[in-house]
């Protein structure tokens, strides 16, 4: 994750997709909070089989400025992961994330994934983009053919998919190569109408992976309104006059024992606030710089991030020992670096733990926290057939409604009394000696 977030945090995607994020014969089980990148930015995060030992694992990072729901796809395919996101007006995006392992060559697993996309086109969103590791290597996309005289094979029967549904594929170069075998397209983007991605770029992998990083736009219309954040400059608060405006109010008559603890609390925190916005200036954040706690990268590094890229490309037009050779060394060296400095800061923020606690404590907070959001809920919570809404307002008025339903109704009248309940033996004395205690600290 360390490179992912040196990558990315400088040109913040709206949107980013990994598939195959568990690797393989990995007994350790990370948990979906070590997955978040809360330096790169602010996202919502969702995620398929990271939690169970099914499949590889697929993540998916959304601009939290972009209203994104997960939703649930009928078809029954092992590894997809799907979200819609509004954009102007009643357009909608339709966003899906898919992995096709290579090792399961059932026709009932690869009939699922047709049926798949057939499923998406036919949901009626405006715009659409499916993308993933599809591991097709027979496919041909500069022709849209493949290898060989065989109409019923699975790679066939996809094509015929993507055409019967009007969708287009995007990526013709290779995306994935290892050692001396043939490079090979396996990460297509899909859409439903031909125009839709542009600026397509093929990157080096990420970390040690053999397939490649694709960069691309996505040209719909959607406003993301960022609000501007007003912050409290506390430092240069006019405090003498703060406290004058204090000592004006008669406290014993307005904070009245009479009155119930809400509205003397709201009294007083009415005042604070006013007086607040009166004596403390302000200033907005119009502007979001990087992000605090994200460790420094140096010019070395970045430089050798630089030249990953470069010969990627390379090993995509030419297969060239040398430069696979070099590609390697160069891949290797930008990974133990990105690596190093990463610890250099953790480390530094150990070191300093007792005189800038909130430093580290801030560190290890935003490497906890995952944002996930609340998806679509049907309108009749006893009925799963009911209509489904993505109103945020609601949703809240459903989710209340559900909640006071639980709640126990306590009866009318007077509270009954306990039954009495006799007690024949009785503690007399009890000693609790610092032996007593140290015996039990110590099993």
Known sequence: MSELIVRTRDNKPNIIGITEVKPKANRYKPSTAEYSIPEVGNYKMFE????????????MYVDSNLEATEITMKTEFQENLFIKVKLNQNDKLLVGLIYRTPSNSSKEYNDKLVDLMSEATDMGYSHILIMGDFNYPEINWETWNTKGDRPNSTENKFLEAL????LYQHT??????????TPHTLDLLITNEEEMISNL?????LGKSDHCVLSFDFNCYVNIKRAPKIANLYNHGNYKEFIQELNKIDWHN??????S?????????TILKELESRFVPTKTMTQIGKKRNVFPIDKKTRELIRRKNILSKKIITKQDPETRAEYNKVRNQAKTSVNKQKKLFEKGLSENAKRNPKAIWSYIKSKSKTREGIGDLHVDTEDVKSEKTDDNKQKAEILSEYFTSVFTNEPQGNIPEPKHIPLDKKIEELNIGTELVLKHLQK
């Open 48 to 59: 398929k089989n990271i939690k169970s030992d099914e499949g590889r694992g697929l993540l």
């Open 163 to 166: 055409q019967d549904n009007f």
């Open 172 to 181: 013709t170069k290779p995306t994935r190569w290892r050692g001396a075998d």
């Open 201 to 205: 770029e093929y990157m080096s992998p």
């Open 254 to 259: 307005k904070l009245n024992a009479e009155n």
């Open 261 to 269: 603890i809400d509205k003397n609390w709201n009294y007083f925190l």
